[in-house]
């Protein structure tokens, strides 16, 4: 892994909206696997592999729910 | 992923019962996979593997918890 | 997924007792099962299949203990 | 899955000590297991299987951390 | 698994930083594994398998992960 | 595992910032592998599978995720 890539887009937890937080948490969980495998044409190949295996993208969308659930305390729920 | 796509049915994680939270907590784990696969054709094909698939479907479920956690946190419990 | 199967019985968090914290929490895992699986033919077929399978057993219990940490936390854990 | 087990022995998360929270959460993993596959002689068999399986162990580790954080909690950390 | 194992070394979930934390959540991860398999020379054979195996790797890690998430808080996390 | 292998870099979960949090949290998660197979050679062995396996790079981005959390509630979320 890389600490050259930046992890957390404008380095701050804080977003306008649940909507933006939510295209945080996604934005977040990617930065990990691009730190963690820093080819962007072997992270393409993988898109490839996962963006048409159920059981990946359900543990995708397992990694962005904890992602958001930092965000979404981080925010106070945006009450 | 595309952030085109809505991620949070109107923009907000408060609900009038935990009946709703939770029917928010399904669709906002099904938006995340739609982000990651765009494709709907692509989607009800893997829906035909998933749908039949114990241990997918158990991932699911898991995959829903968090999302629901964090929603329920959001509301105080509905209390 | 339906919206038409209850996914909350009693649409409510709040149990007299642990004891019934923990069977919601096993309930509300099942009905996510039945709203992603709507065909109770396939889901007997399926039961068949994680009930004899050790690592699926495994993840059915992390499931339930995800669900329960929330229904806990919304009734102060009984205190 | 059989409402007629008991799923949290003496139906309280309170416990007298860390280490007797760890238990309560090793047998709480257990008895989940034990309302969805209710036939001793098949739970006898798969023991034999997830005892002798490094990832199933870690899987069971993994369930026993979660219930483990919702005891602690519950027992404001035994401070 | 055997309730005559300690769980939780010195019965506390208070240490003096979060380095000793750490050590502790991973002895605690490995003593669930030890009171699941009480054979100390099945669990040497297994080591084997977990310590070459990346995905396994892994997930050791996100139940370390969890156990000292709990850690952690019981500490105020070190303030 | 080793004890000798420092688990957190300087013996602390406070960050300046929520990137260097994130960076916190990959190396914490780095560590615990690095204590659990401690050989180096071992460890660049399996890189070379994980960093092209898209399911174990998901399975990272969860652990990072867990690990993460933590960090962000012990800085408070860097509010």
């Known amino acids: 892994m890389s600490d050259a890539i930046q992890l957390i887009p404008n380095n701050s937890l804080i977003t306008a909206s649940p909507e933006e937080g939510r ?15 820093p080819d962007a044409a072997v992270r393409e190949r993988l898109r490839g592999v996962y963006a048409e295996d159920a ?3 359900i543990a995708i969308g397992q990694t962005v ?9 981080a925010n106070n729920y945006w009450k």
């Open 23 to 37: 295209q945080l948490a996604i934005k977040m969980a990617r930065l990990i696997i691009k730190a963690t495998q």
């Open 55 to 57: 059981g990946m993208l």
């Open 65 to 73: 729910a904890v992602e958001f659930a930092t965000i979404a305390a």
